[in-house]
């Protein structure tokens, strides 16, 4: 008689989640049917044996990682997972402070014995968190130091080992992570970009994927036999004009491949190897025979194609599975920036079986809101490197990797990673919860806002002169009533040498002499700096000691726009940091109250201080730029994307690449990723608009009118800076200062962006302004496509309440629209073209009373000028504050007519209907200063 097996218990997740998987069978029930079910508890636990760590959330069916560290040990590099290592017993328990409270954290620690290292894993939750935070360390048990390149938090590998194995016949780009080891003879080898952190580019030819590396360098990848055929490009990246070099390719130890010598400027060489069944792929650059000097090389479009004979299995693998279908699940990166290309940070799991790259911070989410989003918290110790990948069985893979820096970890220390959190939570919640979370654990510095006004480079670039900025200044003193800008910025192009930052040729007065012409308009002097960039014609250079701190004593023409080669400063070097202390100092003392600091470049290794993180040697720099500069300062970090190593420090941040005339749109991309840090980082620099798109004198914009007035609502409406660099003083551009006007200053407010994390566009972008008469909402509604549509947007989603009777008034028609209820649908928008609108509830308690529905003296549509609204069943009270246009129109709604009773600092010069119920009052001759009021009564 045989004995029957014994059922193996369920713990309660696994039970709720076969319970539901054969109820869905059965049924024929979609996942969205089942919004009623019982919510899934966020919750993470160690496996037994403690190698794994497991997260149960909605939406995801299983979640099962590894933790890794990757280190070098005697010029060999090793990744050592929490699979291969022994797991030492019991698992330890702590608490953690946070600003959301204590979290419960559970720690498993995994033994390396050949190494004599081990990995921790850090997993924790915070009561009423919906959850995960998790953290590695390392610690070096060994007598020797080694370099600690990465710690993974998460670590999903496939089943063959590092490669994600997509469907038979696909093929798998292959990336650092990837490989099992990689030596290098200078330099660090990158994903999608060359040693030097460039597009990957080969006789002149761009490519979008690959390794980008630096002879003499061997890479090894492990293939497990799952592999027909090894594809790519070889050759000498552009960046580097001298590389002479060569490339092999060793499958299972024998050669298969020789390019050899190549230089730079030949053109790409393609590589097709047969490795079927093989184990092992090892890519090898030397140095042509002439030292590794120079020697960039790149293999671009770097992949491996599947054995279609070979099926991958990752039954019982780490791997992330979720509820639906992957093409419904959409991974978002958002700290890349598109540079002015095509959008490459978003797509379904489906269209990501090469992966996606998500540096800092990302998010998968279903188009429900069902998802997570991870990023970094904590103490600011290193930059997070992440990473999400498609598998052939609708599955994920995900990475969370803290980018250590090849730090060196002596003898009995222990280092840790970043820590991370997974917040289980709707999108606009977990962004806002992450960005409080950071501000808090990092620092922020918000207290002087952000600024409206003029600077001088998209208009004049390098080719600014004296004339133009006094052009400025006076413009300014002829009309200060409708010209108040708070900078004025001299940009690149002032300059004699770059890293001297003294008055070249153009300004012959001197640098403090037009500081001193600008502080007379009451706005900030401005000047450009590129605090780490040195001109190799610099004086300073003369003293070879100094040219200790230059990287590879070498300099190079970087662009265009440079008036010489240049070089870069090692930031960690004591001349270094002297050098830039000192023409910190020289600015201010100049008086430039302003510094945009531009390009930022520190490099990405090699530095002279060997313990710290790139993140750690970046806020150390702007530390002491900060301690330079003084806290009246003010400091705009033009780093393009959002950087956690400047928070405290700045007061401004870029946060999308240059938005000149033909690239508006494109940085629409960057830029709206953003604004949920508004006032809680710092002020976000959308970085520019234009005063006019078809101004010939100054040049077209892209998108004519319709991108026009979506770029000034999108820039008014994120309550970021405001700068324009169009030539104010010209005659042909004085029709058009009133856009200068509507722009000063930027409003208090902080936008959200509902599609976000959800859609692969976002149409819609809405602020709540909480009154006592009533919540009102302004919203921009815009076609992100180039052919015609509508746009919709549920008035709940704003913050508003679906059975309230709301008006609804349009900024750039500048007229009342009529009213509605529950959602507004626009009409059919021509390409990229918006609404721009004021959602104002007139019933209720409102409707007895005038209420103020609109106003076109401000960008913000009622909120940067209004300072009190006092209403009555007799009359309404508005006090203005200085903001905005000198002239423009108020609009209300009152069930009966309004007359001006008294008017102040400000002449009212009409009082009319503007539609059923609604009086449009025009006002002209705003007093600054004043006190500008007006009062309306009803008879």
């Given at each position: 008689m045989l004995k029957r097996k014994p059922m193996k218990k369920l713990r309660t997740p696994q039970l709720m989640n076969l319970i539901q998987r054969t109820f869905l069978l059965s049924t024929g029930l979609s996942v969205l049917q089942m919004a009623h079910a019982a919510p899934v508890p966020v919750r993470a636990t160690f496996s037994e044996d403690g190698r794994t760590l497991g997260i149960t959330a909605p939406g995801i069916d299983s979640f099962v990682s590894e933790f890794s560290a990757t280190v070098e040990i005697d010029g060999v590099q090793k990744v050592l997972r929490s699979s291969e290592g022994n797991p030492r017993k019991p698992s330890g328990k702590t608490v953690e402070k946070t600003p959301y409270g204590t979290a419960q954290v559970s720690v498993s620690t995994v033994e390396f014995p050949t190494e004599k290292l081990s990995v921790d894993l850090r997993a924790g939750q915070i009561p009423g968190v919906p959850g995960v935070l998790v953290q590695p360390i390392l610690h070096n048990r060994s007598s020797q130091a080694i370099k600690l390149v990465s710690l993974a938090a998460v670590d999903m590998p496939s089943s063959t080992g590092t490669l994600s194995l997509p469907r038979a016949g696909d093929k798998v780009w292959l990336n650092p992570q990837a490989a099992?080891?990689?030596?290098?003879?200078?330099?660090?080898?990158?994903?999608?970009?060359?040693?030097?952190?460039?597009?990957?580019?080969?006789?002149?030819?761009?490519?979008?994927?690959?390794?980008?590396?630096?002879?003499?360098?061997?890479?090894?990848?492990?293939?497990?036999?799952?592999?027909?055929?090894?594809?790519?490009?070889?050759?000498?990246?552009?960046?580097?004009?001298?590389?002479?070099?060569?490339?092999?390719?060793?499958?299972?130890?024998?050669?298969?491949?020789?390019?050899?010598?190549?230089?730079?400027?030949?053109?790409?060489?393609?590589?097709?190897?047969?490795?079927?069944?093989?184990?092992?792929?090892?890519?090898?650059?030397?140095?042509?025979?002439?030292?590794?000097?120079?020697?960039?090389?790149?293999?671009?479009?770097?992949?491996?194609v599947v054995d279609p004979d070979v099926k991958a299995s990752?039954?019982?693998?780490?791997?992330?599975?979720?509820?639906?279908?992957?093409?419904?699940?959409?991974?978002?990166?958002?700290?890349?920036?598109?540079?002015?290309?095509?959008?490459?940070?978003?797509?379904?799991?489906?269209?990501?079986?090469?992966?996606?790259?998500?540096?800092?911070?990302?998010?998968?989410?279903?188009?429900?809101?069902?998802?997570?989003?991870?990023?970094?918290?904590?103490?600011?110790?290193?930059?997070?490197?992440?990473?999400?990948?498609?598998?052939p069985d609708g599955k994920a893979t995900l990475k969370i990797v803290s980018e250590m820096s090849g730090i060196t970890v002596d003898p009995g220390e222990s280092r840790a990673g970043q820590q991370a959190v997974l917040l289980m939570e709707p999108p606009r919640q977990a962004l806002d919860r992450w960005s409080e979370w950071v501000a808090k654990t990092h620092g922020s510095r918000t207290a002087k806002g952000a600024l409206a006004g003029w600077c001088s480079w998209y208009h004049l670039t390098?080719?600014?002169?004296?004339?133009?900025?006094?052009?400025?200044?006076?413009?300014?003193?002829?009309?200060?009533?409708?010209?108040?800008?708070?900078?004025?910025?001299i940009d690149d192009g002032y300059q004699d040498i770059d890293g001297k930052w003294d008055a070249n040729e153009k300004f012959p007065k001197g640098m403090p002499y037009y500081?001193?012409?600008?502080?007379?308009?009451?706005?900030?002097?401005?000047?450009?700096?590129?605090?780490?960039?040195?001109?190799?014609?610099?004086?300073?250079?003369?003293?070879?000691?100094?040219?200790?701190?230059?990287?590879?004593?070498?300099?190079?023409?970087?662009?265009?726009?440079?008036?010489?080669?240049?070089?870069?400063?090692?930031?960690?070097?004591?001349?270094?940091?002297?050098?830039?202390?000192?023409?910190?100092?020289?600015?201010?003392?100049?008086?430039?109250?302003?510094?945009?600091?531009?390009?930022?470049?520190?490099?990405?290794?090699?530095?002279?201080?060997?313990k710290k993180t790139s993140l750690q040697i970046m806020r150390e720099h702007y530390q002491r730029i900060r301690k330079a500069a003084g806290e009246d300062t003010y400091i705009l970090a033009c780093i393009i994307e959002p950087n956690r190593s400047v928070l405290g420090l700045v007061d401004a941040h870029r946060d999308s690449h240059d938005a000149h005339r033909g690239g508006v749109r494109s940085a629409i991309n960057d830029a709206l990723r953003s604004y949920q840090l508004n006032e809680r980082?710092?002020?976000?620099?959308?970085?520019?608009?234009?005063?006019?798109?078809?101004?010939s004198e100054v040049g077209n914009v892209q998108g004519g009118w319709n991108l026009h007035h979506t770029w000034l609502s999108m820039m008014g409406l994120s309550g970021g800076a405001a700068l324009t660099s169009d030539p104010w003083h010209w005659d042909v551009l004085k029709p058009q200062r009133r856009t200068v006007e509507i722009m000063q200053p930027p409003a208090k407010m902080r936008s959200e962006v509902l599609d976000l994390g959800m859609s692969k566009d976002w149409p819609r972008i809405t602020s709540l302004i909480k009154?006592?008469?009533?919540?009102?909402?302004?919203?921009?509604?815009?076609?992100?496509?180039?052919?015609?549509?509508?746009?919709?947007?549920?008035?709940t989603q704003a913050g508003l309440d679906p059975a309230r009777t709301y008006a609804v008034w349009s900024f750039w028609d500048n007229k009342f629209l009529g009213t509605t209820k529950g959602t507004w649908s626009t009409p059919s928008l021509e390409g990229w073209a918006c609404q721009h609108l004021v959602f104002t509830p007139i019933d209720g308690a409102a409707a007895d009373k005038p209420v103020l529905i609109g106003s076109d003296l401000h960008i913000s549509s009622a909120v940067a000028e209004i300072k009190t609204i006092t209403t009555s069943r007799k009359g309404i009270m508005v006090s203005l504050t200085d903001a905005g246009a000198r002239e423009g129109k108020l609009f209300f709604h009152s069930t009966k007519p309004l007359k001006l009773k008294k008017a102040t600092g400000l002449e009212v010069r009409t009082v009319e209907p503007a539609g059923e119920k609604v009086w449009s009052i025009e006002i002209r001759n705003r007093q600054a200063h004043s006190g500008q009021s007006l009062q309306l009564i009803t008879p």
């Open positions: 099992a080891t990689i030596r290098e003879g200078h330099g660090k080898c990158q994903a999608d970009r060359s040693t030097d952190g460039n597009p990957l580019t080969i006789g002149g030819k761009v490519f979008a994927r690959g390794l980008g590396t630096h002879a003499r360098s061997e890479i090894e990848f492990s293939l497990g036999g799952a592999f027909k055929r090894f594809q790519a490009s070889v050759g000498a990246d552009d960046e580097k004009p001298g590389a002479t070099l060569g490339f092999e390719v060793l499958v299972d130890g024998q050669k298969r491949f020789e390019s050899g010598v190549m230089k730079t400027g030949d053109a790409a060489k393609d590589v097709d190897v047969d490795v079927t069944g093989a184990k092992s792929l090892l890519l090898v650059v030397n140095d042509g025979g002439d030292g590794i000097t120079d020697d960039h090389a790149d293999w671009a479009e770097a992949r491996l990752f039954a019982g693998q780490a791997a992330l599975d979720l509820t639906g279908s992957a093409s419904d699940w959409l991974a978002t990166a958002y700290a890349q920036s598109t540079n002015g290309g095509p959008p490459n940070y978003i797509g379904t799991l489906s269209e990501l079986s090469g992966g996606l790259n998500l540096r800092e911070y990302g998010s998968l989410y279903r188009k429900d809101g069902t998802g997570f989003l991870f990023a970094p918290v904590g103490e600011p110790i290193a930059y997070l490197q992440n990473q999400i990948t498609g598998t390098k080719n600014i002169k004296e004339s133009d900025v006094m052009g400025i200044v006076d413009a300014v003193k002829a009309d200060p009533t409708r010209l108040r800008p708070q900078v004025i910025q500081a001193k012409r600008i502080a007379e308009t009451g706005a900030r002097p401005g000047i450009w700096m590129a605090m780490t960039m040195i001109g190799v014609k610099h004086p300073w250079l003369q003293d070879p000691a100094n040219m200790e701190a230059v990287w590879d004593k070498k300099f190079k023409l970087e662009s265009g726009f440079r008036p010489d080669e240049s070089g870069w400063l090692d930031p960690t070097h004591p001349r270094a940091i002297a050098h830039i202390t000192e023409r910190i100092r020289h600015a201010v003392d100049s008086g430039f109250t302003y510094l945009k600091l531009d390009f930022n470049n520190i490099g990405n290794g090699g530095w002279y201080e060997k980082w710092f002020a976000i620099d959308n970085d520019i608009y234009y005063i006019a798109p078809d101004a009154r006592p008469s009533g919540n009102s909402a302004v919203a921009l509604l815009w076609n992100p496509a180039e052919q015609a549509q509508s746009i919709t947007l549920d008035l």
